[in-house]
């Protein structure tokens, strides 16, 4: 029973440390996606439904963050969206970085979520996904996308907090959650 105790005050520790520690995002949030897949579509749904404030600009850079509170970047790449957006994968990596560079320099926190499962992992996603889970202060991950650990790995090298959610309909109420605590969401 002592041990059980101790485990518990140990674990309010932690969380109360983790808790001042982690970054607040705040509203309005800046959405936009890294490698341009459709993805960002399905988040830009969730947070209309669940009436949080923010802009969404696929191809967002460091001149839209004025005014905003957090960026979300939306991960995983997509041929036919870069062929859409008419941009070069290397072109794509250009603009997030400087747009996670600027995001820093303004003090923004960085939401990193990939909803994609497996599908948006592999030889083009992955690089886009590296580089906005890397730069997050928090990452959401639906399951399948991180059967491998890849993003538990990206996420021990800082010490990120890394939420996994079993599919894409939990990930708009732990995102409402992040952004509004005392409201819920879970």
């Known amino acids: 029973m002592k041990n059980l105790f101790a485990t518990a005050a140990l674990f309010l520790t932690l969380t109360q440390v983790m808790a001042a520690d982690a970054p607040s995002f705040a509203e309005p949030i800046l ?3 890294c490698g341009q897949s459709a993805d960002v579509l399905m988040m830009k749904t969730l947070l209309t439904r669940d009436s949080l404030s923010f802009t969404y600009l696929p191809q967002a850079t460091a001149a839209d963050l ?9 991960l995983g790449g997509s041929s036919k969206g ?3 957006a008419k941009i070069s994968e290397s072109e794509e990596v250009a603009r997030v970085t400087a747009l996670i560079d600027s995001a820093r320099a303004h ?3 960085l939401l990193a979520v990939h ?3 497996l599908n948006r992992r592999g030889a083009l996603s992955d690089p886009f996904n590296k580089l906005g889970a890397s730069a997050a202060d928090r990452i959401i991950v639906v399951k399948g996308g991180n059967d491998d650990g890849f993003f538990t790995r990206l996420a021990a090298k800082k010490g990120t907090p890394l939420e996994t959610v079993e599919n894409v309909l939990l990930v708009g109420p732990l995102v409402r959650k992040i952004y509004r605590p005392s409201a819920g969401g879970e």
């Open 115 to 117: 909803m994609g499962g």
């Open 82 to 84: 870069l062929g859409a």
């Open 66 to 74: 004025p005014g905003a509170g957090s960026l979300l970047i939306v």
């Open 31 to 33: 959405l936009t996606s």
């Open 107 to 109: 003090g923004l926190p």
